[in-house]
């Protein structure tokens, strides 16, 4: 018995040691990055604007001069260079407006610690204000989603167009869960110890083809969510993160709006578009697209045939 327990100590020592030296690893090797880092390499075209207090990082290309925007919400943990391989193809005919979202790429934390949807859509306002947009086509992919469906019903005289791709916002019936306040503040500290091949799958699992998961796309992705501060603004985005109810806001959705989903979404089920055409009852028209052989990332999966898709669109206003 004696053997046995010295050998389960010995175990149990070296188990802990093993943890406390990745754990110190971790902290090393996945320290946060400053601004001045992610800006020599993922730098070009961005711009900073201070909007309600706080920090947006944005880029615009083309003239904005020259008719209303695309204006481009990213999905939830990536940033505005998501959209990247998209803008070829969008071509030269309207300007295109993409940002950061708070906790989120280059604009990092939100000065104020509100992650609320009434603050992005602010935010969003906030932005085009300063640059003198008084009508745009607003896009959100997943969670940007629910940001553009929100600014639509709030700021439905400053929304030329709506489109929403794989759009969060929808209560699953998997779930009675509407918010993430229950959700132990300890689970969101393992951000700080995952490695990057759990970020590679976390990408894999969003999307078909796993070849869309370049070294490139997985190294941004985590060394963006790596931007100092925006790990623990993650936390509390998601601690805070409240779908709320959307039919009475889709509701007040009176443009012209396209449903964009892609057939094999694992995380959001092609069936949920349908939900929105139903509830999108007030807008001017409403319809809706199911891509095959694609996931939750129709942006960076199929951006050819995304752009389009929102050409056509546009071509029908």
């Known amino acids: 018995m004696r053997k046995l327990a010295k050998v389960l100590m010995w175990l149990l020592i070296t188990i802990l ?29 961005v711009q900073f604007a201070e909007i309600g207090g706080t920090t947006l990082a944005y880029r615009i290309d083309g003239d904005l001069q020259s008719g209303p925007p695309w204006v481009l919400v990213h999905s939830h943990y990536f940033d505005s260079l998501m959209w990247q391989d998209m803008l070829d193809e969008l071509g030269t005919d309207a300007p295109v407006i993409r940002y950061d979202m708070t906790s989120h790429g280059l604009s990092g934390p939100d000065k104020k610690a509100d992650y609320s949807m009434s603050r992005d859509v602010d935010l969003l306002a906030g932005l085009l204000d300063q640059l003198a947009v008084n009508s745009a086509l607003v896009v959100g992919s997943s969670l940007g989603g629910n940001i553009a469906f929100n600014f639509a019903a709030a700021y439905p005289e400053r929304t030329r167009a709506l489109v929403l791709i794989n759009s969060g916002g929808m209560k699953r019936q998997q779930s009675s869960r509407r918010n993430a306040s229950g959700i132990a503040p300890w689970f969101y500290r393992v951000f700080y110890f995952v490695p990057t091949a759990a970020y590679r799958a976390f990408i894999e699992w969003m999307v078909v083809d796993d070849a869309v998961a370049t070294d490139a796309l997985v190294q941004r992705f985590h060394r963006m969510f790596r931007h100092s501060g925006n790990r623990q603004a993650e936390m509390q985005r998601m601690a805070s993160f409240d779908t709320g109810e959307p039919a009475p806001v889709l509701a007040k959705v009176t443009a012209p709006s396209l449903i964009l989903w892609g057939k094999k979404n694992p995380q959001l089920p092609f069936e949920l578009a349908d939900e929105f055409v139903s509830l999108l009852g007030n807008a001017a028209s409403v319809e809706k697209i199911v891509v095959d052989g694609a996931g939750h990332l129709l942006p960076v999966e199929k951006p050819a045939e995304t752009a389009a898709l929102l050409n056509q669109f546009r071509s029908g206003l």
Do not use: K, N, S
């Open 17 to 45: 040691l093993g943890i406390g030296l990745y754990t110190l690893w971790c902290l090393v090797a996945y320290r946060d990055i400053d601004t001045a880092d992610l800006l020599e390499h993922y730098g070009d075209g």
